[in-house]
């Protein structure tokens, strides 16, 4: 069981994904401008994630060796596809903002890096918890980032209005939102300050 | 078993195709109906947003049954007219599932761009004549309102809007703007009240003949006919501008003809 905890924890900071293995960086770039879409792209990533890696390793004793990516691919599709249903039937609002990055989370390279170097060589559980943990190591930098150019980028959090309307320079303050939080570069410099971070508390690990 | 023998493969991806596309027909048959609304409720939204009916939307405990109730009490018919101003259709029941409803902005706006190249008048005028444009009559506390559609290319997609018109046939009361993918923060902030609530009392139609609202940088003057651009979306904006112009003038017919009749009255 013990075993199985660090299984869950590394990915989360020690080996996160986005900030230690640099992947999956492109979709961070793209949905965090709010933090709303974030939550859920970070919500899907991880059932992706979790799931394909659970239903690989179940059947990884049968996968022909020669075809195996193109299995993992078919695999991850199918989820990819299931949720993009799901998400157009019940949050139909938030469907609209991720628009086609739901679609290409099949492109997401924690997902197929995940399943090849994990999925295919252990157990069912300790798999899904690996995928899991991953998809919630991307989400955690996801939410981080969001909440940053959300706020600063548009005075709100999820929606809400945070800093005071009457700030605002048309309302006779002196404050403007940041414009650059919304766009991409920014969301780069965010996760590069992450990065930076983690790697000045982290010194064993460096690379 | 040895799982590297070509049979074996064949088989195993013939099976495994097999499976995975019926799970995902499976659900996909069972979520259309969901999404289908989604999507009807959606422009139900839309057009009752451009009139202010939608207003308490995001408080409704069941937003797809309060923008239903609200769609069927407040929008009492539905209009087909095309470019000569003829009504060809009109429903009084059921609109949302009206002619008027199931008409595709996209798809005349796609007509009006070929009329726009087309190569003589005699093809313009033919596809004039295929031009079916959806006009919504609302009743609302405030009176009378007719909401025009209207569709365009943006600078990464499509943009849309509704526009209600007052009774005087000559001013807007209220507009909805959406869009497929403009920047989050730049172009897509068409969305907001801001944005839109200054299209409130624009004057659209002046002794008869149309008068086209101008997108303007830097602080709008004439508060007739100008609106502020949005601050670093000057595609968007001049689409915005370019889009309302564009229907307007294939309404116009339909607008004239509808102010004689009830000057006649």
Redesign the interface.
């Known amino acids: 069981m013990a075993m199985d905890k660090k299984i869950f924890t590394t990915p989360l900071i020690k080996s996160n994904p986005v900030t230690a293995l640099v992947l999956g960086i492109c979709s961070a770039l793209a949905v965090t ?2 933090l709303e879409p974030a939550i859920v792209m970070a919500i899907s990533v991880t059932l992706v994630t979790g799931f394909s890696s659970f239903l690989i390793s179940l059947i990884r ?7 195996r990516i ?2 993992q691919l ?2 991850v ?2 989820f990819v ?2 949720i993009e ?2 998400l ?3 949050v ?1 609002d938030v469907s609209k903002q991720l ?1 086609v990055y739901v679609g290409l989370i099949i492109t997401n390279c924690i997902i197929m890096g995940r399943i090849e170097a994990f999925g295919l060589s252990e157990k069912p559980l300790p798999s899904l918890i690996d995928g899991l943990a991953n998809g919630l190591g991307y989400g955690l930098v996801l939410v981080v980032v969001a909440f940053f150019r959300e706020l600063l ?2 005075g709100t959090l999820y929606g809400m209005q945070i800093i005071p309307q009457s700030w605002y320079a048309a309302e006779g303050g002196h404050y403007l ?1 940041n ?1 650059l939080f ?2 991409p570069p920014m969301a780069l410099i965010l996760i590069g300050c992450l990065i930076w971070i983690q790697r000045c508390f982290q010194k064993d690990d460096t690379k | 078993m040895d799982t590297n023998k070509n049979s074996y493969t064949i088989i195993y991806t013939i099976v495994l195709v097999a499976v995975v596309a019926t799970i995902l027909a499976v659900v996909s048959t069972l979520l259309k109906p969901v999404q289908q609304t989604n999507i009807v409720v959606e422009k139900q939204m839309n057009i009752l947003s451009s009139a202010f009916l939608a207003a308490d939307a995001g408080n409704a405990s069941d937003k797809n049954s309060y923008i239903q109730e609200q769609f069927a009490r407040f929008v009492k018919e539905g209009i087909v007219v095309n470019a000569n101003g003829d009504v060809i259709k009109s429903d009084n029941e059921n609109i949302a599932q009206s002619d008027a409803f199931k008409i595709s902005p996209a798809e005349q706006f796609d007509i009006m761009r070929k009329i726009a190249s087309a190569k003589d008048e005699q093809q313009a005028q033919q596809l004039r004549e295929q031009l079916q444009l959806p006009v919504f009559i609302c009743d609302t506390p405030e009176g009378k309102k007719y909401i025009l559609s209207c569709y365009g290319s943006g600078l990464w997609g499509p943009i849309w809007a509704y526009i209600s018109v007052n009774n005087n046939l000559s001013t807007i009361y209220g507009a909805l703007f959406d869009h497929k993918s403009e920047t989050p923060g730049l172009g897509g902030e068409i969305v907001t009240d801001n944005f839109r609530n200054q299209f409130v009392d624009k004057v659209i139609v002046e002794g008869g003949a149309i008068s086209h609202i101008k997108v303007v940088k830097g602080g709008a003057k004439d508060k007739a006919h100008e609106i502020d651009a949005l601050s670093g979306a000057t595609i968007t904006s001049n689409a915005v501008q370019s889009m309302i112009s564009m229907w307007l003038e294939y309404y116009m017919p339909y607008l004239q003809k509808l102010s004689q009749t009830t000057n006649a009255e």
């Open positions: 401008v709010k004793k049968t996968i022909p060796n020669r075809i193109i299995v078919v695999v599709a199918m596809i299931l249903q799901f157009k039937a019940y139909y628009s980028g548009s939102n414009g919304i766009m």
